[in-house]
Nanobody, 124 residues
Framework: QVQLVESGGGLVQAGGSLRLSCAASGRTFSSYGMGWFRQAPGKEREFVAAISWSGGITTYADSVKGRFTISRDNAKNTVYLQMNSLKPEDTAVYYC?????????????????WGQGTQVTVSS
């Protein structure tokens, strides 16, 4: 069992930056593929970024490529999402997710564990 707790969300002006963190419990964190998803009001949950168990492979949604960076620190059981050049359309609840399969996954059904989410609001 893995428990995930996100933090770092908040209100920021367009063009600003935020760094989200996701702290995971469990001794097998380093074997899990990790991902970030987001859900805006009235919209479906969408993929943002994913990272392999070693951190060597990352994938991004086209909408965030070049602005967001996913990383992980297996010694701290934590995955991060650095978000730069934020836009109002980035406003959403951001969720961290863990997949037993250690590669990168871009579909929500491929993930086994989810955090409770953290709100990110970008004002124009």
């Amino acid at each position: 069992q893995v428990q995930l707790v996100e933090s770092g969300g908040g209100l920021v002006q367009a063009g600003g930056s935020l760094r989200l963190s996701c702290a995971a419990s469990g001794r097998t964190f380093s074997s899990y593929g990790m991902g970030w998803f987001r859900q805006a009001p009235g919209k479906e949950r969408e993929f943002v970024a994913a990272i392999s168990w070693s951190g060597g492979i990352t994938t991004y949604a086209d909408s965030v490529k070049g602005r967001f960076t996913i990383s992980r620190d297996n010694a701290k059981n934590t995955v991060y999402l650095q978000m730069n050049s934020l836009k109002p359309e980035d406003t959403a609840v951001y969720y961290c997710a863990a997949a037993r399969v250690g590669g990168t996954r871009s579909h929500s059904y491929e993930y086994d564990y989810w955090g409770q989410g953290t709100q990110v609001t970008v004002s124009s």
